[in-house]
Every structure is written in C-alpha cells, then in structure tokens.
C-alpha cells in the first residue's frame, strides 16, 4: 500500500511514512515552507496546509507584530544615562 507525497508528489510507502497534518509524507519532505528545516511529526506549526517551524517562521509570518518580530511597533529599548550631581 503506498499513499502520494504532498510535497514531491511521489509515492510514500508505508516503511517511509511520517504521518502529520493528516497526510503521508516522506521524512525529508516534511520540511519548513519557509526556511526548509526538516521537522518531525507532531512538533510544528501549520497554515493553509503547510508545515511551518514554530520559531521563528511561523511566528514571523504568522504571529502577532509588534514584538521584537517584523516592522511595525517594534521596541527598542535605549538606556538613558544617570548623570551624577
């Protein structure tokens, strides 16, 4: 019995399978979207289907902004110096 690949589109027999997301994947296939790391099963992140790494990608695409993440509202923290009188 062999099940299709959703990222190579080949077949994954059932020896090689890495089950995640609901489907059938062989273990290198099963890979970031975004920075390609490969990931295991159970311990990623998922948007539109895709696998993701939890961090930093998927925080980075997908999270909220604002915090040390992206452009917007970013915090920057400048140390005032304490003059002594």
């Not at 299709?4 to 890979?31: D, I, K």
């Not at 790391?37 to 695409?61: R, V």
Request: hydrophobic residues 30%; aromatic residues 12%.
């Amino acid at each position: 019995m062999s099940w299709t690949c959703p990222r190579c589109q080949q077949p994954v027999f059932f020896a090689e399978t890495v089950m995640s997301l609901g489907r059938n994947w062989h273990r290198p296939c099963l890979r970031c979207q975004r920075c390609r790391k490969t990931l295991t099963a159970g311990s990623h992140a998922e948007h539109d289907g895709a696998p993701y790494c939890h961090i930093p990608c998927y925080g980075y695409l997908f999270g909220p902004k604002g915090v040390n993440i992206g452009d917007v509202g970013c915090y920057i923290y400048d140390p005032v110096e304490i003059k002594s009188k």
